[in-house]
C-alpha cells in the first residue's frame, strides 16, 4: 500500500470544543467502515483551498475499536500557512476532504509495565486515542493533562470518564504546575514515557527524564513541524533534471510535488524520516527543523528533510 | 562465533554516567569486572555511591567488596538466591537504574532473563562475560534444561536423548538450543569433544 494514497471523507460533524479548537468528524463517503489504526496514529489531511493544495498530519482521537468514524481535532494556529484557518473556516458539516491512511510514529511500547502519558494542549489528540488501547487493559497507566485554563480544556470530560482517577489536570491560570522532576523521580522499572504538546513541555520531559537516568528506548514523544516561511531559493532535481524555484511560503515538498515530480513520506511534519533526501551541491546553508536527523547529521548537511526543511540559498541540488 | 546473529555479545563493563541507581550482580570471577566498575563508580557523586547496590555469588565465601566502604553488598552461595533478592530488589527499583552484569554466561543469561520481566531493555543493561563458557542448553523436544554443559553433544536432563548443542541462543529461555543428534540412525554419535570451557 502507498501510505500517501488518499481516500475521499465526508464530514459528519463539527464541534468547536475550546477557545481554539475544533473537532472535525469524518466518514466515508459510502459509509463503508474505514482502514484501522492503532493509538497513537495520524493521517495527513489534504485540502484543496483556493489559491494552493495543503496536506497537514493530524492525530485521530477516536477508538481504534471504531472504524465508522475518525476525529480530528484542530487548533487554529496564529502564524498558519493556511491549513488550520482553511478547516477551521471553511469546513463545515457536509464537506468533503481526502485523507491519507493512518500511519502510528507514536505507538505504545506493548511490553511496558506502566505507562506514562504527558500531553499539553492540543498535544491531547493522540493520546486519547491510546487511552483507548490501554483502556481494559492489565498495564496500568497515568495521565498528566496540562492546559492554560478549564475552558482550554479540550475532551476533559472524555478524558475523565475513561481515565478516573488516573487523570490528573493542571490548569496554568489556576497555578497548578506539573512538577516533572517530582513525577518522573518515581516510577518504578519498565515504565514508558510519552509526551505530546508545544515544545516546551517535550523538551522539559526528555531533558528531565534523561537527567533522571531514563534510558532513551522509555522516552517517547511525538511534535509535528510546520515548514516554516522563509527565503526564496532554487532546487535543482538532479534526476529529474528539472528545476523548481521554492518560494517563501511553501515547502520544498510541496514545490515538487507541485512540479510534478513524487516524494515519499509518511508524516509530513518532519518526524518519520520517509521524505530525506540526499543533497548533493549547495551553495549556502541547510535550515534544518525537522526532528529526525540528530544534530551531527544536520551538521554534516549530507541531507534534508523536504517537509519542513528548507535552504539559505540561490541553489540547491537534490538527488531526486 | 560470527554469522550466528543471536549468539550474545559482551563487553568489559564500564559505569554508566547517565545512571541514577546502580545495581551490580556477579557470580565468581566477575568479582574483579564489579570491583572495577565499583571504583569508577566511586569517582562519580556522593548519590550514586549511595544508590549501588552489589550482590554477589561465590562458592569461595570471601568479600571482594570489604574495603570500599559500600552500605549494601550481599553475598550469596549460588546463583539462584542472587535471582531472587535481584527479583526482591527489582521490584521495588526505580527507572534510572542501570544493571551490570559479570559472571559464567549461564549466570549473565539467568539475569537477563529476569531483567526482561522488568522491560529493562538494552540502554539499562551492560553484560561481561568472564570464567567459564560452559552452557545452559534448552532441550527442544522435552524442553527440559541441562546445565553447565562443556561438550559439543550432551545427553539431556530431562528426556535422555542426546543434544547437539546449536549455537541458537534463546534470550527468552536464556540458553541454547539443544536438538536430537543421532534421530536418523539412534545410538550411532560423533565424538563427543570438550569445546565449551
Known sequence: MNPAQTLPVVVTAVEQVTPLIKHFTLASLGGEPLPAFSGGSHIIVVMHAQARTHRNPYSLLGSPRCLDTYEIAVRRMEQSRGGSHYLHDEIEVGSRLDIAHPVNLFGLDKIARKHLLIAGGVGITPILAQLEDLHDGPIPYELHYAVRSPQHAAFAQRLRDRAGERLTMYHDSAGQRLDLGRLLSNQPLGTHVYACGPAGLIDAVVGTARNLGWPDSHIHWERFAAPPVGEAFEAYLARSQLSVRIPPDRSLMESIEAAGVEVPYLCRGGVCGFCQTRVLELDGELLHNDHFLSDADKARAASIMLCVSRARCKRLVLDL | ?197
Open chain 2, 1 to 197: 562465533m560470527p554469522g550466528v546473529k543471536s549468539k550474545p555479545v559482551y563487553a568489559p563493563l564500564e559505569a554508566d554516567r547517565g545512571g541514577r541507581y546502580h545495581l551490580l550482580l556477579g557470580m565468581g570471577e566477575g568479582g574483579a569486572c564489579l570491583l572495577r566498575v565499583l571504583h569508577q563508580l566511586q569517582t562519580f557523586s556522593p548519590a550514586s555511591w549511595q544508590n549501588t547496590q552489589v550482590l554477589f555469588a561465590s562458592a569461595t565465601k570471601d568479600n571482594p567488596f570489604d574495603d570500599l566502604g559500600l552500605q549494601s553488598v550481599a553475598l550469596f552461595d549460588d546463583g539462584a538466591a542472587l535471582l531472587e533478592r535481584a527479583r526482591a530488589i527489582l521490584e521495588r527499583s526505580l527507572m534510572g537504574t542501570r544493571l551490570y552484569i559479570a559472571g559464567p554466561e549461564s549466570f549473565i543469561g539467568r539475569v537477563l532473563q529476569l531483567a526482561a520481566t522488568f522491560n529493562l531493555n538494552k540502554d539499562e543493561v551492560r553484560t561481561e562475560h568472564v570464567g567459564s563458557a560452559a552452557r545452559r542448553v534448552h532441550c527442544v523436544h522435552c524442553r527440559a534444561s541441562t546445565e553447565d554443559v562443556r561438550t559439543n553433544i550432551v545427553r539431556c536432563s530431562g528426556c535422555s536423548r542426546w543434544l547437539q548443542v546449536r549455537d541458537h541462543y534463546s534470550r527468552r529461555l536464556a540458553a541454547y538450543m539443544g536438538v536430537i543428534v543421532d534421530a536418523e540412525a539412534p545410538g550411532e554419535l560423533p565424538p563427543i569433544m570438550e569445546i565449551h570451557s
